[in-house]
């Protein structure tokens, strides 16, 4: 029961084609305590149901590591390819050489069974490797409950089997194993139903969803935006304006918008204010004002521009008067007018373009993402989606959202390749060389680790109406929740979007 505990994780690992951060530890080193168990029943007589256990828990725990390494990151591949060596070969082989050279009979068998004793208890500790990640998370996502539980239970049988056989170094280890299996399942009680979060200390708290996908739309194409805190519904809140590069905060009652203005616009000083924000954001500002957060949060944020945002918005009766007698002409934003530059571009010659796009739910944590590969004749060559069941936030999903499209990448054959996201953080992050320190840092660090096994790879910031494909794809798999694989042939649903993104080269 023990060694079939960890089937869900790698039926998951299985179908996502990825180890999501998973460890390798504890399947190691129950390989390796199976085979120094297997060693100290062939020393003893009258112990086939150890052997018979353990030689198929050898295979077992086998089958785990190939999977794992099947699917397993190239560092995480060469960590568990370190610790079998070390292990399996190195450790064992010397306690062999040991026992069979320094120790003859009943000696032989105490020095074994006390070696046995301790490493059977590092089984037991093994799965405490995420216990930190555990506490600083809230999340239980990386510590199965079926192998705490079957942990603790198989503890507690072979602790009664060592009584009644009377041998004290098959009970022993089992009740350190009892103590470690109820430590597990008390966090996994305590945090299973918690709100996850980022580690403390090392990130800014997490933006609402509908905030990032306002930041993600806007027309600079790159934008630092400064939040000390996450928003909240009827809360003081946030009005972030950026003007000529820089970013202002200011507290305004129940309001939340993000105004996003490209660098070189006509600008407009509000001295009520003492900031400066263009007349496009002026207007946007003064209707929201006028009209609370209530209508803004029935308003889809998929907008190309402020424009579309004022227009929404409408005209709030026996309200202040707006900044200019001219309404219409004074809500009209003075931004440049270059659609062309908001489309996809094909990649360069040689190469092959990746456009991913994550969707994200904050309410259930869950999200999905989508992928569209095409070359430099503009032709189709795949397509694929993910439904991902637990993630952060919107970050996370975006970055997960590119590693899915790396892989479908790699699964496909490419060298040379663009990988293109709507979301300037997440392709800041990989363009980084420094660390990054947050729960989904295993993902930014199997991205990075993906990109050597390629000739040439760039990671690329795009505006939203040039991944629409990729939005499209992510928005079908959220709703059906099913992930999906396409190759040369198109799927109905994006033809359209595809079809549209020729029409522009």
Known sequence: MTYLAPLPTFYRIYRSKSTQGFQSVPYVVALFSAMLWIYYA????????????????????????????????????????????????????????????????????????????GFSVSVFVAPLSVIRLVVRTRSVEFMPFSLS???????????????????????????????????????????????????????????????????????????ELNTPAAVRPATTENIVACASGETK??????????????????????????????SAAKSSLWRALAHGPDLIHQILFELKNTQELIYLLPEPVNSTNPPSNNYTRSITPNLPMRPRDHMWKKPSYGMVKVNVDAAFHADTLSGASGAVVRDDKVDFIAAASWFIPHVWDVDSAELMAIRNGIYLLSSIGCTKIEVESDCLFAVETLQSMDDYMRPDGAVVAECKQLSIDFNKLSFKHCYREANRVADELGKHCFSIRVPGSWDDIIPDFISHLLVNDMSII
């Open 42 to 117: 062939l020393l003893k007589s009258d112990e086939l149901l150890l052997i018979t256990i353990n030689s198929a828990g050898c295979v077992i725990e086998t089958i785990y590591i190939v999977m794992y390494l099947a699917y397993a990151p190239k560092q995480a591949k060469l960590f568990t390819a370190k610790i079998l060596l070390l292990l399996n070969v190195g450790v064992f082989g010397l306690i062999l050489l040991l026992t069979l050279l320094l120790a003859g009979g009943e000696k032989r068998v105490i020095m074994l069974g006390w070696v046995c004793v």
């Open 149 to 223: 539980l079957s942990l603790t239970v198989s503890a507690v049988v072979w602790f009664l089997y060592g009584l009644l056989i009377k041998d004290k170094y098959v009970a022993l280890p089992n009740i350190l194993g009892f103590a470690f299996g109820v430590i597990q399942m008390g966090l996994y009680a305590l945090y299973c139903n918690a709100t996850p979060r980022p580690a403390p200390k090392e990130v800014d708290a997490p933006m609402p969803e509908h905030v990032i996908n306002v930041a993600k739309l806007g027309p600079a194409a790159a934008m």
């Open 249 to 278: 905060e200011i507290s305004v009652e129940k309001i939340y918008i993000f105004f996003l203005v490209e660098a070189g616009m006509l600008l407009w000083q509000w001295t009520a204010l003492g900031i400066q924000i263009c």
